[in-house]
């Protein structure tokens, strides 16, 4: 295993000598590969880390670095896809051979079950077989999170959840200016998420400034301002709403909520749903979890949600956010902003919420505006 | 009459009698314009300003002038040369009691009777110049308040300065070297031009805009400043808006040519719909407007700005340019600027120049609406102020231009980030504005910010650079100085309310133009840089920035240049702003040699 520090190379022999410490730098490892039990090591872990944060770039829940652990866990070769691989190289040489009959005759079939059998261990999710992680959250948090910060210090970009005021608990108004002076004005859009971790991760990484957006938490972000947030809001008359949900019972009642008078219960004010639902967790594959089955209560069904989505959820699969790395949930906000102002006679649902995606890759990033907006013509 | 004349492209024809240059494969250097330069305090400064590439047309055994006309005042004590453009000429020859006397000795009477700073104060107008006192040996520089006109100097070992009209004529200076300004081109990345004092060359310096400069000892004074004035909450808009109107009017009216044509680059915007309709007023000749789309394939705005033409009953010409004759066209654009500008008009603007050059001597643009009423651009900073972040305001600010300020630590080589360490920050430069004390308003303190930088060196400055070389005397009448002042006495909520921008500028002009112009919610120039470099300047871009002796390499990751130009490593689309801002940089470099 490599030091992360020194990248010097230390058996496990070595390692066992030195007590977990590196033979060269005397960095201590925080974890011992050949007696994990997920096989573990740092410079691993540092990937994952790396991987999450776009290169240290972007802020990250602790829960999104869960998810990228498991992703990596849950790529990790299985016996039929190995086989699978196997197979096709072998029919593969034999193809190549293939000038006379019988090499052929032998080859084909091989290549088509090798194909098969990749195929088969990499099936997208469906009812039955989402993925799901590989290490509980338990084991990640109290171990493998906590020896690494133990060892090699909280990774820089992780965000701790913001703490929720208790219910009650006034929270001072906050800002930047002695004599705040900026209340005036207002902004283009509002995102509301339900929590305030993913509404916190989003202004973290500048999204709300860098796309002119207010951010908000249905638990109250920002502490202090939220009031003060939606009464600009109120100033807009040509407001945009977007929501950001998991993909749960609840995440699909949203419209509902953001609909009642503590939000924005005028109907003129288009709410937009920019949350996961079961349908991006099939299409690309995402990990979720499962639980335990339950029904929809009486009168909640989502009408946006079809016969497969709702059956999914109520086997007690769920998917939050944290399942998307930082910049992909960015993007896919950024790009339904974009698809929003596109939109004309859109569909609504029973909830208030606006339709945009009509296909599952509401996730997937296209590229987005081809054009620049100027400041200046002269 | 209303006309409206399309010239696209395709039809050949058209294209070449509207625009009777070719498009040249890659002519990356033209011949500029001579400028009017000088040198102060050197031996012999007839014999050394040769090295600016000019014959001296005055000197005395301190200084010497050249590549343009010297003035005296009436008492032959104080020399002036430099750009001079009056637009309250008439009145102040009534009251200095010279009514034969030109702009240029208009100014050196005012120099001479008042000083310089009054001088600046009365001169309503651009001007940048370098004025001498034959009596005392002193040199004064001085520019306009908002930078219409640009002045670069630089001192030398001996206590010499030499000073120039254009920054690529000073850069011929001994006093000058090859050597870049690190803290410079951080600044270029992140903000797309050079902000302040500072410019791309490590030892020449920018006149700030509103000031007067001493030698010896470069002693510095503010003749005029962005300061917020007292205002009365209760004056209700109407009332603003009517104090305005005739502000706008005369603005407008004073830069109108009093014989011949007049154009103007009619965007559809606000800014540009009303000086298109208050120049139709005044104007005594033809008024001709000037809009530009980059093809079919791109989205355009162009009804808005036909139905200001139809409104106001213009020629209005509507030009294509397609992304094939801009990249043609890049170097010669690039090489025309003192600074680096990476906006993506640069280009589209030189060649809406030209073509404006044939119909007219005098131009005018809605520049300086945007700085002095308002814009949505400042809505960022107000949500910086209302979440808990640990960024200053100057960091956001900078942030808020959203070019590369987060790609630095990728962008700029190893080497680089460490010689930057030992320099400010560069987000410092706008500390000052923050914590003035004549701008208590937010709002106000993002507006002096933008009319000073973003203004100055950006779009002032691109406008010169632009029109001169095209033969065109450009005016932004919305950057009047007298129109920046009652902007800053204006209660803010006139300027910004809710997300309706331009309140009183709105109310002023309600009764000239369309209501739908007064209510479309603004959108900037639509430039389709993000298709352009996947397209027409793919090819050009990776030819230039990916060359093995581009002139970026010493400073720039190619490995992150590379990644852009595949439409990766950026979180939101603007891999064509950042390309554009690159590319410029690296034609800049190649242009100066």
């Given at each position: 295993?490599?030091?992360?520090?020194?990248?010097?190379?230390?058996?496990?022999?070595?390692?066992q000598?030195?007590?977990?410490?590196?033979k060269a730098c005397?960095?201590?490892f925080?974890?011992?590969?050949?007696?994990?039990?997920f096989?573990?090591?740092d410079?691993?872990?540092?990937?994952?880390i790396?991987?999450?944060?776009?290169?240290d770039?972007l802020?990250?829940?602790?829960?999104?670095?869960?998810?990228?652990?498991?992703?990596r866990?849950l790529?990790?070769?299985?016996?039929?896809?190995g086989?699978?691989?196997?197979?096709?190289?072998?029919?593969g040489g034999?193809l190549a051979?293939s000038?006379?009959l019988?090499?052929?005759l032998?080859?084909?079939?091989?290549?088509?079950?090798?194909?098969m059998?990749?195929?088969?261990?990499?099936?997208?999710?469906?009812?039955?077989k989402t993925r799901v992680?590989?290490m509980?959250w338990?084991t990640?948090?109290?171990?493998?999170?906590?020896?690494?910060?133990?060892?090699?210090?909280?990774?820089?970009?992780?965000?701790?959840?913001?703490?929720?005021?208790?219910?009650?608990q006034?929270v001072?108004?906050?800002s930047?200016?002695?004599?705040?002076?900026?209340t005036a004005?207002?902004?283009?859009?509002?995102?509301?998420?339900e929590r305030a971790?993913?509404?916190a991760l989003?202004?973290?990484?500048?999204f709300?400034?860098?796309?002119?957006?207010?951010?908000?938490?249905?638990?109250?972000?920002?502490?202090?301002n939220?009031?003060?947030?939606?009464?600009?809001?109120?100033?807009?008359p040509t407001?945009?709403?977007?929501?950001?949900?998991?993909?749960?019972?609840e995440?699909s009642?949203?419209?509902?909520?953001?609909?009642?008078?503590?939000w924005?219960p005028?109907?003129?004010?288009?709410?937009i749903?920019?949350?996961?639902?079961?349908?991006?967790?099939?299409a690309?594959n995402?990990?979720?979890?499962s639980g335990?089955?339950?029904?929809?209560?009486?009168?909640?069904?989502?009408?946006?949600?079809?016969a497969?989505?709702?059956?999914w959820?109520?086997q007690?699969?769920?998917?939050?956010?944290?399942?998307?790395?930082?910049?992909?949930?960015?993007?896919?906000?950024?790009?339904?902003?974009?698809?929003?102002?596109q939109?004309?006679?859109?569909?609504?649902d029973?909830?208030?919420?606006?339709?945009?995606d009509n296909?599952?890759?509401?996730?997937?990033y296209d590229?987005g505006?081809?054009?620049?907006?100027?400041?200046?013509?002269? | 009459m209303?006309?409206?004349?399309?010239?696209?492209?395709?039809?050949?024809?058209?294209?070449?009698?509207?625009?009777?240059f070719?498009?040249?494969?890659?002519?990356?250097?033209v011949?500029?314009?001579?400028?009017?330069?000088?040198?102060?305090?050197?031996?012999?400064p007839?014999?050394?300003?040769?090295c600016?590439g000019?014959e001296?047309?005055?000197?005395?055994?301190?200084?010497?002038?050249g590549?343009?006309?010297?003035?005296?005042?009436?008492?032959e004590?104080?020399?002036?040369c430099?750009?001079i453009?009056?637009?309250n000429?008439?009145?102040?020859?009534?009251n200095?009691?010279?009514?034969e006397?030109?702009?240029?000795?208009?100014?050196?009477?005012?120099?001479a009777?008042?000083?310089?700073?009054?001088?600046g104060?009365?001169?309503?107008?651009?001007?940048?110049?370098?004025v001498?006192n034959?009596?005392?040996?002193e040199?004064?520089?001085?520019r306009d308040?908002?930078?219409a006109?640009?002045?670069?100097?630089?001192?030398d070992?001996a206590?010499?300065c030499?000073f120039?009209?254009?920054?690529?004529?000073?850069?011929?200076?001994?006093?000058?070297s090859?050597?870049?300004?690190?803290?410079?081109?951080?600044?270029?990345?992140t903000c797309?031009?050079?902000?302040?004092?500072q410019?791309?060359w490590?030892?020449?310096?920018?006149?700030?805009?509103?000031?007067?400069?001493?030698?010896?000892?470069?002693?510095?004074?503010?003749?005029?400043?962005?300061?917020?004035?007292?205002?009365?909450?209760?004056?209700?808009?109407e009332?603003c808006?009517?104090?305005l109107?005739?502000?706008?009017?005369d603005?407008?009216?004073?830069v109108?040519?009093?014989?011949?044509a007049?154009?103007?680059?009619?965007?559809g915007?606000l800014d540009?719909?009303?000086?298109?309709?208050?120049a139709?007023?005044?104007?005594?000749?033809?008024?001709h407007?000037f809009?530009?789309?980059f093809?079919?394939?791109?989205?355009n705005?162009l009804?808005?700005?036909?139905?200001?033409?139809?409104?106001?009953?213009?020629?209005?010409?509507?030009?294509?340019l397609?992304?094939?004759?801009?990249?043609?066209?890049?170097?010669e654009?690039i090489?025309?600027l003192?600074?680096?500008?990476g906006?993506?008009?640069?280009?589209?603007?030189?060649?809406?120049a030209?073509?404006?050059?044939?119909?007219?001597?005098?131009?005018?643009?809605?520049?300086?609406?945007?700085?002095?009423?308002?814009?949505?651009?400042?809505?960022?900073?107000?949500?910086?102020?209302?979440?808990?972040?640990?960024?200053?305001c100057?960091?956001?600010?900078?942030?808020?231009y959203?070019?590369c300020?987060?790609?630095l630590?990728?962008l700029?080589?190893p080497?680089?980030?460490v010689?930057?360490?030992?320099?400010?920050?560069?987000?410092?430069?706008?500390?000052p504005?923050?914590?003035?004390?004549?701008l208590?308003d937010?709002?106000?303190?993002?507006?002096?910010?933008?009319v000073?930088?973003?203004?100055?060196?950006?779009i002032?400055t691109?406008v010169n650079?632009?029109?001169?070389?095209?033969?065109?005397?450009?005016?932004?009448?919305?950057?009047?100085?007298?129109?920046?002042?009652?902007s800053f006495?204006?209660?803010?909520?006139y300027?910004?309310?809710?997300?309706?921008?331009k309140?009183?500028?709105k109310?002023a002009?309600?009764d000239?133009?369309?209501?739908?112009?007064l209510?479309?919610?603004?959108?900037?120039?639509?430039?389709?840089?993000?298709?352009?470099?996947?397209?027409?300047?793919?090819?050009?871009a990776?030819?230039h920035?990916?060359?093995?002796?581009s002139?970026?390499?010493?400073?720039?990751?190619?490995?992150?240049?590379?990644e852009?130009?595949?439409y990766?490593?950026?979180l939101?689309?603007?891999h064509?702003?950042?390309?554009?801002?690159?590319?410029?940089?690296?034609?800049?470099?190649?242009?100066?040699?």
């Amino acid at each position: 295993m490599k030091c992360i520090h020194c990248s010097t190379d230390n058996k496990y022999t070595e390692r066992q000598a030195s007590r977990q410490k590196c033979k060269a730098c005397g960095h201590p490892f925080a974890f011992e590969p050949k007696t994990d039990s997920f096989q573990m090591n740092d410079p691993l872990f540092a990937r994952i880390i790396k991987g999450v944060s776009a290169d240290d770039t972007l802020f990250f829940t602790p829960r999104q670095l869960w998810y990228e652990l498991n992703r990596r866990l849950l790529a990790r070769k299985t016996f039929g896809c190995g086989a699978g691989v196997l197979a096709l190289m072998v029919g593969g040489g034999l193809l190549a051979q293939s000038r006379h009959l019988p090499p052929l005759l032998m080859g084909l079939p091989v290549v088509m079950v090798g194909a098969m059998a990749a195929a088969a261990t990499t099936a997208k999710a469906k009812p039955g077989k989402t993925r799901v992680p590989k290490m509980p959250w338990q084991t990640f948090e109290m171990t493998y999170l906590a020896k690494w910060t133990t060892t090699h210090g909280a990774p820089a970009k992780m965000l701790q959840p913001p703490a929720v005021p208790a219910p009650g608990q006034a929270v001072p108004p906050w800002s930047r200016h002695a004599a705040p002076d900026v209340t005036a004005y207002s902004f283009d859009r509002a995102l509301v998420t339900e929590r305030a971790e993913i509404a916190a991760l989003l202004v973290a990484n500048n999204f709300h400034f860098e796309n002119n957006c207010a951010i908000l938490s249905l638990d109250g972000y920002p502490f202090g301002n939220a009031d003060t947030i939606k009464a600009m809001l109120a100033r807009n008359p040509t407001l945009k709403v977007f929501a950001l949900h998991d993909a749960t019972m609840e995440g699909s009642q949203m419209g509902r909520t953001l609909r009642g008078v503590n939000w924005f219960p005028d109907t003129a004010i288009p709410l937009i749903d920019l949350g996961l639902r079961p349908r991006h967790v099939f299409a690309s594959n995402l990990v979720a979890l499962s639980g335990t089955p339950r029904t929809f209560p009486t009168g909640t069904t989502s009408t946006a949600l079809g016969a497969e989505e709702i059956a999914w959820l109520e086997q007690g699969y769920t998917a939050e956010l944290h399942t998307l790395r930082p910049h992909k949930m960015m993007r896919g906000v950024y790009q339904g902003f974009a698809r929003a102002g596109q939109v004309d006679n859109a569909e609504v649902d029973a909830d208030g919420f606006i339709i945009i995606d009509n296909h599952p890759s509401v996730w997937v990033y296209d590229g987005g505006a081809d054009v620049y907006a100027a400041d200046s013509f002269g | 009459m209303f006309t409206r004349q399309t010239v696209s492209a395709n039809a050949g024809s058209n294209l070449r009698r509207l625009l009777p240059f070719r498009a040249k494969p890659e002519p990356e250097i033209v011949s500029r314009p001579r400028v009017w330069c000088g040198v102060w305090n050197q031996s012999n400064p007839a014999e050394a300003i040769r090295c600016l590439g000019v014959e001296a047309v005055w000197h005395d055994a301190r200084i010497a002038f050249g590549g343009g006309t010297v003035w005296m005042d009436s008492s032959e004590e104080w020399v002036v040369c430099g750009d001079i453009i009056l637009n309250n000429a008439p009145e102040l020859r009534r009251n200095l009691g010279l009514p034969e006397a030109s702009e240029g000795q208009l100014l050196a009477e005012l120099i001479a009777r008042h000083g310089a700073e009054e001088a600046g104060r009365q001169a309503l107008g651009m001007f940048a110049v370098a004025v001498y006192n034959r009596r005392t040996g002193e040199l004064l520089l001085l520019r306009d308040s908002v930078g219409a006109r640009t002045l670069y100097y630089a001192e030398d070992g001996a206590q010499g300065c030499w000073f120039a009209a254009r920054l690529h004529t000073l850069k011929r200076s001994p006093a000058v070297s090859d050597e870049l300004s690190l803290p410079a081109l951080q600044h270029y990345l992140t903000c797309a031009f050079v902000p302040g004092e500072q410019t791309l060359w490590k030892n020449a310096r920018e006149l700030a805009p509103g000031t007067v400069c001493r030698f010896p000892g470069r002693v510095t004074s503010i003749y005029w400043s962005l300061r917020e004035s007292i205002w009365d909450d209760a004056e209700p808009l109407e009332s603003c808006a009517t104090r305005l109107r005739p502000l706008l009017e005369d603005s407008v009216r004073r830069v109108l040519p009093s014989l011949g044509a007049v154009g103007v680059f009619l965007s559809g915007g606000l800014d540009s719909s009303l000086v298109t309709a208050l120049a139709k007023q005044f104007a005594s000749g033809e008024v001709h407007t000037f809009a530009v789309h980059f093809g079919a394939d791109y989205r355009n705005e162009l009804e808005f700005s036909s139905m200001v033409a139809a409104h106001c009953g213009t020629n209005h010409h509507v030009l294509e340019l397609p992304g094939t004759l801009i990249r043609d066209h890049l170097p010669e654009s690039i090489s025309l600027l003192d600074d680096p500008i990476g906006d993506p008009l640069t280009t589209p603007n030189l060649l809406l120049a030209r073509a404006a050059a044939q119909f007219t001597g005098t131009i005018l643009n809605g520049e300086g609406g945007d700085p002095c009423f308002g814009g949505p651009k400042n809505l960022p900073m107000v949500l910086h102020s209302l979440y808990g972040q640990s960024d200053s305001c100057e960091t956001a600010y900078l942030r808020s231009y959203q070019k590369c300020y987060d790609d630095l630590p990728r962008l700029l080589l190893p080497e680089v980030h460490v010689a930057l360490q030992k320099e400010v920050p560069p987000e410092m430069i706008f500390a000052p504005f923050f914590h003035a004390p004549d701008l208590r308003d937010y709002l106000n303190q993002l507006m002096a910010i933008n009319v000073r930088f973003k203004g100055a060196d950006h779009i002032l400055t691109k406008v010169n650079n632009l029109s001169t070389a095209s033969g065109l005397l450009a005016h932004s009448p919305l950057f009047d100085p007298r129109i920046v002042d009652f902007s800053f006495a204006l209660p803010p909520h006139y300027k910004l309310t809710g997300t309706t921008e331009k309140v009183v500028l709105k109310q002023a002009v309600a009764d000239l133009l369309p209501e739908a112009i007064l209510t479309r919610p603004k959108s900037g120039m639509l430039v389709p840089v993000q298709g352009w470099f996947r397209n027409e300047l793919k090819g050009f871009a990776r030819a230039h920035l990916l060359h093995r002796q581009s002139r970026i390499r010493p400073y720039l990751n190619q490995d992150l240049i590379r990644e852009w130009l595949d439409y990766k490593g950026c979180l939101f689309p603007r891999h064509g702003v950042k390309l554009w801002l690159l590319l410029t940089l690296e034609l800049w470099l190649r242009a100066q040699e």
